[in-house]
């Protein structure tokens, strides 16, 4: 044990020694405080990045675009997310006039067809492939454009099948109806039984007819083939005998779900969401209704739509847009978005975790959301027309109702082959 002579200590030296250290503290403070003062503030470190998001009609999801964005910011304080929503009938319009200026929004979503009508028109940033690894492939195939890709998958959606079991039963068919072959042999049997018109085929509404056409492998190029004139020569039989409704040829899906509705058809082909529709407004169709997945031609595949993500090339921020386009599509932000809406996540290990979760309640909804999204895993992807799609669309429409309408079914092939010729011709 150390003992200590406190006698031996003199006071007077231990004092002074105190009150230097005190001292030198004292001056020392006072030369930092004024190096302060005259070092001029940092402010590039306080400034952020900000980076400019629209999307297209999703205001009613402002909470979770909030709680993302503020989310995203806590993660990367050096970026701040002003977010745009403008309505899905000025998008395309506003986009087009933002895009072409020098100071664009940074991340924009858009239609699959609008993003790729931009992509041909080189104002769009190309992605690098590196950052597709988690998205469902044959949504990421979809986006390939000309072997490079200019949009990031966002959401998609895929119709399903509502068929009435009481209609269904009444005709005493001994098959489920799964193809358009299967509604060219039914609708007959499904009249004669029954009274009602097996479905109503909105073939003039927007790019309905192309997208059955692409079902059978037949391009709109190529419409003189004997698979296209069986298709087109099945539709005239239904129309002129009285198998599918007379509105069929100018009406689209509000006129075939009023239809449904009031009990005059046996199924309807239309997104999952419309089963709310149904049982708000029709009750007791509701309670007979069954879903099914969607109607395919020979090729056995589905449908879909697609919204996507692009990056104007003119953005002063793209590594940003990147990564926060990366963020809105990983697993935890797409399967609470797909909880929260009735779209399907595009990002691989969400649409599989979503498909798990409902099935752990069986009901109509969750059945009509587990066939949509399954269907995703076997999609019908065609390639991209080019601008002139709205050409080509409108002049297919137009010649779907002259063909219905033709009483000699040996005119067809003639009616087929000046569409044929008017498609090419559309402006490239």
Known sequence: MINFDFKSINIKRVIVLIFSLYFLYIITSFIVINITKNTPKC?????????????????????????????FEFENPDIKINWVDVPYQEGEKKVLAAILTDNPPDLVNLTYDFSMTLADKKVLHEIPEVCFQNYVNEIKNSLNYKGKYYSIPFYATSA???????????????????????????AKQ?????????????????????????????????????????????????????????????????????????????????????????RENAPQVY?????????????????????????????????????FAMFLTNEKNQYDLAQKTSILPVNNEALQKFIKTLNTEKTKENKAKIISAMQLNNLNVTKYIG??????????????????????????????????????????
């Open 287 to 323: 309670e007979k209704s069954v879903i099914y997945p969607q109607l395919t031609g020979d090729n056995g595949k589905y449908d879909f739509s697609l919204m996507d993500l692009v990056i104007p090339v003119k953005s002063k921020h793209k590594t940003q847009a990147i990564r």
């Open 387 to 428: 601008n002139n799609k709205k050409c080509i669309i409108d002049t297919i429409n137009i010649y779907v109702q002259k063909i219905l309408l033709e009483k000699n079914r040996f005119q067809i092939k003639n009616l087929l082959q000046i569409v044929e010729n008017k498609v090419k011709s559309c402006k490239k």
């Open 190 to 278: 499904v009249k004669e039984k029954t009274g009602k018109y097996i479905i109503f085929p909105t073939l003039t509404e927007n790019d309905t007819t192309l997208k059955l056409l692409n079902k059978y492998g037949i391009s709109y190029y190529n419409l003189t083939n004997e698979k296209s004139y069986y298709i087109f020569s099945e539709f005239n039989r239904l129309y002129n005998n009285d198998l599918i409704p007379k509105e069929s040829i100018t009406q689209g899906h509000q006129e075939a779900l009023e239809q449904y509705l009031s009990g005059q058809t046996m199924m309807i082909v239309l997104g999952a969401n419309f089963l709310n529709i149904i």
């Open 160 to 186: 399903i099948t509502i068929l009435n079991s009481d209609l269904y039963n009444k005709s005493q068919l001994n098959k489920r109806i799964k193809t358009y072959d299967d509604i060219f042999k039914y």
């Open 43 to 71: 402010t590039c470190c306080k400034q952020k990045t900000q980076l400019t998001f629209w999307t297209l009609q999703l205001y009613s999801q402002e909470n979770y675009f909030k709680k993302l964005i503020q989310k």
